[in-house]
Every structure is written in structure tokens, then in C-alpha cells.
């Protein structure tokens, strides 16, 4: 059966530090990846996917990037941290020939 | 933009009620609607989806109705319990998507007194 983990779950880094927060999935080939943000109130916000290996789209600009150097990790990295980076990180994936995603547990990330 | 609106953003509800989440949509492209259920400090959980060729799905307590005309799906809890307490989000997704991009509403947070 298919696992997706994702580390760590809580995280509190200093303003201007750097991040990484990583997810791998076990089970399948080729998945689609994802990475989400959820804030209070705004739901889940897609930030990057990837469809395959160093293949990456961002939705939205920002302070962060992302990285597939394997078939089934995906990496969340930033080189200096804001506060406005709080917030909780949510990786997904989805097997290409299915409809349903599922999410890992997500990482809580303070920035102080 | 936000492309699927969910309604309320709170529900409280006694034991055995039924709470009902409400979405709706403007893109007639959708063509797969999934629930989400969310335990604090959890990654969401695929609760139950829906595609628009029916009406109406259940899966044990839950119920998602949909009206393809009015572009609207709501959940439907039957007999809540204190576990329920948890965020729900809906969402939908765009026929043919390769990428399988889901666009999520902004959830619902309901909590079932005992």
C-alpha cells in the first residue's frame, strides 16, 4: 500500500534562517507531488507541484522553492525565512492514472 | 480567486444532528468533487467524492449532494458524534487535468456537542 511521510512535524526556525522540510512517498511510481500551505481561515493554498523528477511549477511567487531530485521526494527549501512563512505545510501526491490525492500529516512551521 | 466557495466557515451542532456544508462553483470545467476531513494539527483525509453524472453518493454517516444546474454540492452528516468534530474541505477539479490540481474551498470548522 501506498504511505506518504513527511518531516518534521513541528518546526521553529529563527528569522533568516534556512528551511527544509521534506516528503517522500512510498508504494508507487511516478506520482504527482505537491505542496500546499494552510493558513487560518484560507484553506489550502497550492505552492508548487511537480509532474516528474527536476520538474517543478510554482503557483504562486514567494520566498519559497521546491526540488524532485528523486522519483518520490519532494523537498520545500528556503535560503532565508520571513515570518510570513508560518504557517502549516502540507505535502500531497496523486498516482497518475487515479482521481484521489492524498496528504501527508504536515509540518508546523514558527518563524520567530 | 477563490474558484469553489464553502459555506459556513463554523457549525455547531448537538449529538445526532446533521450538520450540512455547503459549496458551490462557477467553472462548469469541474468534474470531480471531493470532501476532505481535517484533524487538528493532521494532513486532510479524502473523506468522499462525487462526480456530477449523479446526484447523490453515500458512505456510511456521510451523504454529498449535488445539483449540476445550480452548481452547487453540499455534505451531509447523519447522526454526528463528538469525533466528527473536525474541519471539513471541499473541493473540485477540472476535467482532464493531467496535473490533478484540486481547488479547495475555505473549510468548514464544525463542532458536535455530546
Known amino acids: 500500500s501506498q504511505t506518504i511521510h513527511q518531516w518534521p512535524a513541528t518546526l521553529v526556525q529563527p528569522v533568516g534562517s534556512p528551511l527544509s522540510l521534506e516528503c517522500t512517498v512510498e508504494?508507487?511510481?511516478?506520482?504527482?507531488l505537491y505542496w500546499y500551505r494552510q493558513a487560518a481561515g484560507r484553506g489550502l493554498q497550492l505552492l508548487f507541484y511537480?509532474?516528474?523528477?527536476?520538474?517543478i511549477s510554482s503557483e504562486v511567487p514567494q520566498n519559497l522553492s521546491a526540488s524532485r531530485p528523486q522519483d518520490r521526494q519532494f523537498i520545500l527549501s528556503s535560503k532565508k525565512l520571513l515570518l510570513s512563512d508560518s504557517g502549516f505545510y502540507l505535502c500531497?501526491?496523486?498516482?497518475?492514472?487515479?482521481?484521489?490525492?492524498?496528504f501527508g500529516q504536515g509540518t508546523r512551521l514558527t518563524v520567530v | 480567486q477563490q474558484q469553489v466557495k464553502q459555506s459556513p466557515q463554523s457549525l455547531i451542532v448537538q449529538k445526532g444532528g446533521i450538520p450540512i456544508i455547503n459549496c458551490a462553483y462557477e467553472?462548469?470545467?469541474?468534474?470531480?468533487f471531493p470532501w476532505y476531513q481535517q484533524f487538528p494539527g493532521k494532513g486532510p483525509a479524502l473523506l468522499i467524492a462525487?462526480?456530477?453524472?449523479?446526484s447523490e453518493k453515500k458512505e456510511g454517516r456521510f451523504t454529498i449532494s449535488f445539483n449540476k444546474s445550480a452548481k452547487q454540492f453540499s455534505l451531509h452528516i447523519m447522526d454526528s458524534q463528538p469525533g466528527d468534530s473536525a474541519t471539513y474541505f471541499c473541493?473540485?477539479?477540472?476535467?482532464?487535468?493531467?496535473?490533478?490540481?484540486?481547488?479547495f474551498g475555505r473549510g468548514t470548522q464544525l463542532t458536535v456537542w455530546p
Open positions: 508504494g508507487t511510481s511516478n506520482p504527482n
Open positions: 462525487i462526480r456530477p453524472d449523479v
Open positions: 473541493a473540485a477539479r477540472k476535467r482532464g487535468s493531467t496535473l490533478g490540481r484540486l481547488y
Open positions: 500531497a501526491w496523486k498516482d497518475r492514472g487515479n482521481t484521489e490525492a492524498f
Open positions: 511537480s509532474v516528474g523528477i527536476g520538474q
Open positions: 467553472n462548469t470545467a469541474f468534474d470531480y
